[in-house]
């Protein structure tokens, strides 16, 4: 009985041990939006940070509704893998993370922080912006899923805080790379 104790005693220890350096994500900061013609709801993504200010190593960016009403809805797993969801996060150095979209996986998303806010930076007809909004055109089908009539990519340039918007339509679909020298 001893040794269990013993064991248990070790077990615990360890894990408080962890939880006191271990950096959890304690606030957000809003990133963008995803925003459709369909209705009010939109997808909010939010940099997860830490109390050091910090983007945790790993998951550093959440995706979640928000609904007309003002309720939040996780994404289901369906809206995760094919729509809005980030299916991708890769830690390129401490608090800048390169992110990929289920429905934007050629254009790249880099998040970082800003004159010390984290901002997610896309280009946006060629110049490095800071992403606002994506705004989602769909008529409805006879079909399960609407058909999209474009998507305009909607923020800021990074070097002159000017405002830019791009139109993609589905007969137009842009690829989007950000070199690491132009951040």
């Known amino acids: 009985m001893r040794g269990v104790s013993i064991v248990l005693f070790s077990i615990m220890f360890s894990f408080v041990a962890w939880s006191a350096f271990a950096e959890v994500p304690k606030k957000t900061e809003p990133l963008f939006i995803i925003e459709r013609s369909r209705n009010k709801n939109v997808v909010q993504y939010e940099a997860r940070v830490t109390e050091g200010k910090d983007l945790p190593d790993s998951n550093p960016v959440q995706a979640y509704w928000i609904l007309e009403n003002g ?7 369906i809206e995760k893998k094919y729509a809005y969801g980030v299916v991708r996060q890769e830690k390129l150095e401490q608090n800048r993370f390169k992110l990929t979209l289920a429905a934007f996986k050629n254009r790249e998303i880099l998040v970082g922080k800003i004159k010390g806010f984290f901002k997610a930076v896309v280009l946006i007809n060629g110049q490095q912006s ?21 998507v305009d990519l909607i923020g800021k340039v990074v070097k002159t805080n000017l405002p830019v918007k791009e139109r993609i339509t589905p007969d137009r679909n842009v690829t989007g790379k950000i070199s690491s020298t132009d951040s």
Not at 130 to 150: C, D, F, H, N
């Open 130 to 150: 800071v992403l606002q909004k994506i705004y989602v055109k769909s008529e409805e089908t006879a079909g399960l899923l609407p058909r999209v009539l474009y």
């Open 71 to 77: 309720r939040h809805e996780e994404l289901n797993s």
